[in-house]
């Protein structure tokens, strides 16, 4: 049989070693004592592979069968001869009734085969240390009992050993995910192999017959649990896809609110650069820039990213209640005039507040001209007191305003600018957010004045496409 490349090659020698110990295992067996009784063994093999014909297959893929009893029983009656046979049938029975897959009847016959005469080794064992002292009934309960659970140990440990080959995990991680549940299963069903080879060795084939009739109807009873289960199952997959169906479809409608609302923005924004041509485009930039440095400061919540990201793009919009005479004016402001700009935070505040989404966005519109000294205004916040919004906008709208051309006077440089700020730090401006201001000056300074390093919309983190050009990464 030609092997696929992806197999593990340790796996094919386990798989070996496995069937070779097992059929030296069968061998041995009959050198140990000789097999009577073959009549009787022959109806404990058929009773045990009919359990294994009956193997009720799990959704999951798994199985559960009942057939090890067989073969605990068989090591309590027969010794080594009868149990190996068992175990041997059992195995063949289960490559019939399966996949027809030659790897997997060579692994399961040479670990069941091995379990096998381990267990009628310690039945024998038990026998001994218990002949003459201990009534017989009990002392089969206990042979059937440790039979079983030697045959849980072993056949676990292969089973956990190659499960640990094929998928990389811990040998003792794979025992307790996979077999560790079984164990109370194996120490019950001990008991009853050990119940029905004393009725076997009191009144015969017949009754033992009879006495199966439960084991089959716990098939029954598990076939139907199983059933149901998997109808369960089924049911819960089906709504787990409408339910991520229905969760896509939300969040593509809260996408395409989004951006609506975003386009909202940008064209509120679009309309005061139209009304105040010398700071055209300023918004733009600041915004950007405060997504750059907000993240520099290790913010990654995308609502936070996106409150600032709105907070800086929106911070003139109280200009509109400003008056062209006083917004247009080529002169330098009087006092009285000063007084009336001052109010275009609040102003702003005022609009942005009456939408439940830039509520958040507004309270950095009504602090953008706080100090960290307490000397901005319009209400004289201090530090910390600040929203850190307000207090990343402050360092990018001074940086912008530095570098950018107006009416009145050209631009400066932008090492200008960081001096400026520097310079600052403390007084005007949140130390922390000039640390990481001064951090991105580099990749700052070699963007065009007056020009957008990119085009003007936010994404959240689940929506970007790193290679998509034009969009603001996070």
Not at 48 to 70: D, H
Not at 300 to 323: C, F, N, Q, S, W
Not at 415 to 432: K, V
């Amino acid at each position: 049989m030609s092997r696929p490349s992806t197999r593990n090659p340790r796996e094919d020698w386990f798989i070996a070693l496995t069937f070779a110990g097992g059929a030296i295992a069968f061998t041995a067996a009959f050198f140990l004592q000789p097999l009577g009784d073959p009549v009787g063994l022959a109806v404990v093999l058929l009773l045990a592979v009919l359990t294994e014909a009956l193997s009720v297959r799990l959704y999951f893929g798994g199985w559960v069968s009942v057939s090890f009893v067989g073969t605990a029983m068989a090591a309590v009656l027969f010794g080594p001869p009868g149990a190996v046979t068992t175990a041997g049938a059992i195995a063949i029975a289960g490559w019939l009734t399966g996949e027809r897959n030659p790897r997997k009847l060579a692994f399961n016959f040479g670990h069941e085969t091995l379990a096998a005469l381990c267990a009628a080794l310690g039945v024998m064992g038990i026998q001994a240390a218990g002949q003459g002292e201990v009534p017989r009934p009990v002392l089969a309960l206990a042979e059937g009992g440790a039979a079983a659970l030697i045959l849980y140990a072993i056949d676990g440990a292969w089973v956990a050993a190659i499960i640990a080959l094929t998928s990389g995990r811990p040998i003792a991680s794979s025992f307790r995910d996979n077999i560790g549940w079984l164990f109370p299963y194996y120490a019950i069903l001990g008991l009853v192999a050990g119940g029905l080879a004393v009725i076997f060795q009191e009144l015969g084939v017949a009754a033992v017959v009879v006495m199966v009739l439960p084991l089959v109807l716990a098939r029954y009873s598990v076939s139907q649990f199983v059933e149901r289960t998997r109808e369960n199952v089924i049911r819960l997959e089906r709504s787990n896809e409408q339910l991520h169906r229905a969760y896509i479809e939300i969040r593509d409608m809260s996408e395409q609110l989004r951006d609506a609302y975003t386009g909202t923005l940008e064209s509120l924004v679009t309309a005061l650069d139209v009304r105040d041509q010398e700071t055209r485009g300023h918004s733009v930039r600041v915004a950007q820039h405060a997504l750059d440095i907000a993240k520099m400061l290790g913010i990654k919540d995308d609502e936070e990213l996106l409150t600032i990201y709105r907070g800086a793009l929106m911070h003139d919009v109280g200009k509109i209640g400003v008056p062209d005479a006083i917004l247009l004016k080529p002169d330098r402001l009087t006092e009285e005039e000063w007084e009336f700009m001052r109010r275009h935070p609040a102003m702003g505040y005022r609009i942005l507040a009456q939408v439940p989404y830039l509520r958040p966005a507004a309270k950095i519109v009504l602090a953008h001209h706080e100090r960290w000294d307490g000397a901005g205004y319009p209400r004289g916040l201090e530090g910390e007191e600040i929203p850190l919004g307000a207090r990343i906008f402050a360092v990018c709208d001074t940086y912008d305003a530095i570098i950018s051309d107006r009416p009145y006077r050209r631009g400066q440089s932008p090492d200008a600018a960081l001096a400026e700020i520097l310079r600052c730090a403390g007084s005007q401006f949140d130390p922390r957010v000039v640390e990481a201001f001064e951090a991105l000056f580099p990749r700052w300074k070699q963007e065009t004045p007056g020009n957008p390093a990119r085009p003007l919309l936010y994404l959240p983190a689940w929506r970007q496409d790193d290679d998509a050009p034009g969009r603001a990464a996070s």
